[in-house]
């Protein structure tokens, strides 16, 4: 849409400032994705119950519970950065979360594995932190207590 302005003469629409960068839906994917990966996580502990191939059936329905619920955080995530919210810090955290996952898989002999686990913390927090996904969720910005302007 133009406008015309009497100084100015034609003025151009400018981008909205709520385009969303590319850094943060491949962060949001990341996120989905890991989401994804404990939600299947999940799913294959409750068959391993169901054919009776546990030891103690207590410890993996408490092992496939918190892998639903760590599929749950990891889809809020996702979700939350999509809708440009400030979830820069959490987000950050559990990217960082994966830094020892892959230093025990690289020591327990799985050194492929754990370098993987060291790039997706590097591309999360690289994607997390770049100046683009800073500016669009508005991190770093002055708000007052209680976040009402």
């Known amino acids: 849409m133009n406008e015309t302005d009497a100084d100015m003469g034609a ?3 400018t981008p909205d400032s709520g385009d969303r960068p590319w ?3 491949a962060a949001a994917i990341l996120f989905w994705l890991l989401a994804t990966g404990l939600a299947a996580a999940g799913v294959w ?6 054919t009776g ?6 410890g993996a329905v408490g092992v496939a519970l918190i892998a639903f619920l760590g599929a749950l955080y990891y889809w809020f995530l996702g979700r939350r950065l999509l809708r440009m919210d400030d979830v820069i810090a959490q987000a950050v955290f559990q990217g960082l979360l994966w830094l020892p996952v892959g230093y025990y898989l690289r020591e327990g002999a799985h050194p492929v594995i754990g370098i993987a686990a060291w790039g997706l913390a590097a ?5 997390v932190l770049s100046g ?7 991190f770093g910005e002055q708000r007052p207590l209680g976040g009402a302007e």
């Open 11 to 13: 003025v151009t629409e």
């Open 23 to 25: 850094t943060l839906t």
């Open 45 to 50: 502990g409750l068959v391993q119950i169901v």
């Open 53 to 58: 191939q546990v030891d103690t059936v207590s």
């Open 123 to 127: 591309a999360i927090v690289g994607l």
């Open 132 to 138: 683009p996904t800073r500016r669009a969720v508005g």
